[in-house]
């Protein structure tokens, strides 16, 4: 679905911040980007989701070379203060981008409804942003993606500004709705969903919501490792982080980033 050949990114201030990266991710699969801080993580997503043009190499989404935003793109990013609208209610940040598909209003309400009750805030269409907690904000920006029903859903460190139990109901939640099911609802089976790229610099979440996890080396970002996650579904944030094949898969990933 997604075919990342021989992607480099040098900055206009000389600065080499990914060199040859490759990476090739199946329809339906929620791969994890994991590496030390400043490897290129973020251009590397920025690339695929068209906003940053690649100084070299190629990106190509369902078989289509990216050359701009491509058609049924979602993107979360960390900062969901500056990403929703203040003066928007929850319904309407969540209804928006649906615009641009050029959907009828009574559409985007139905859809912003239904990807609201998807995240567990079907109560707070007409509430403003700024009324809810930190966590039920990324939420919104969630359903938000949610609702434009996208092929492929770029995250940023989705998680990286709420607390840690917070965090943890997050990352179920993605599990969750990322085959189009019910939060607490049946496991829906890998490749009937959106393909998701996460990219954290959270071990453990890397590996606990991944299929696969990959590891890019230090500056410039390159593809260091890429580990395939067999954990059994639906996972638990206690039992799965208890099974040993967890435990040595994030020691593995550790040492990945730790020495590159
Ligand atoms: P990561 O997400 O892994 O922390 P980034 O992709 O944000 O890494 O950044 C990779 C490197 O590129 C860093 O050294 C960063 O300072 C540099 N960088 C990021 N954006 C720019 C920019 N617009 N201009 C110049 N350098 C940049």
Redo the contacts with the bound molecule.
Sequence with gaps: MLEITGLSHR???G?Q?VDGVELFVDRGELVSIV?P????????LRCVAGLQRPSAGRIAVDGRAVDGVPDGLAVVFQDYTRSLFPWLTVRDNVALPLRRRGLARAERHERARAALAQVGLADTEGKHPWQLSGGMQQRVALARALAYRPALLLMDEPFGSVDAQTREDLEDLLLAVRGGGDPGGPPRAPGDGMTILL?THDIDESVYVGDRVVV?TG?P?RVHSDLRVELPAPRDQIATRGLPEFVKLRAEVGRAVRRP
Excluded: E
Aim: charged fraction near 15%; charge should be negative.
């Design positions: 900055y206009d201030d600065h911040a590496g801080s400043g490897c290129g993580k973020s251009t590397l990219v890019l500056a970002g």
